[in-house]
């Protein structure tokens, strides 16, 4: 399986972007879809997950209330969907596919390359 992200760019606090993440290869029922973000000199951190059957979303509390994770199952993709955005929200954003729901990075077995958004003050 192959996860593409894409959508990540140059914004202002306080403003919104939408990340995409297709996959490309079978997503089964039981999989979690994962967003994780990372800045230079920090571990990978957990920002949401979905269950890809059941639709059921997860947040870390940084982003709950801002964030919002869909997936689309006819088209194979996970969206991030990220508002009120600030400075610290700057990092690369990675999807990332696993077997079951956890916050740790180890527990997802396929990650996409990566998209960097930066929030400017």
């Known amino acids: 399986v192959q996860l593409q992200a894409s959508g990540g760019g140059l914004v202002q606090t306080g403003n919104s972007l939408r990340l995409s993440c297709a996959v490309s290869?079978?997503?089964?029922?039981?999989?979690?879809m994962g967003w994780f973000r990372q800045v230079p000199g920090k571990e990978r951190e957990f920002v949401a997950a979905?269950?890809?059957?059941?639709?059921?979303?997860y947040y870390a509390d940084f982003v709950k209330g801002r964030f919002t994770i869909s997936r689309d199952r006819a088209e194979n993709t996970v969206y991030l969907q990220m508002n009120s955005l600030k400075p610290e929200d700057t990092a690369v954003y990675y999807c990332a596919r696993g077997v079951s729901l956890d916050t740790l990075p180890s527990a997802y077995n396929s990650w996409g390359q990566g998209t960097l958004v930066t929030v400017s003050s």
């Open positions: 290869g079978r997503i089964f029922s039981s999989n979690v």
């Open positions: 979905v269950r890809w059957g059941t639709g059921a979303a």
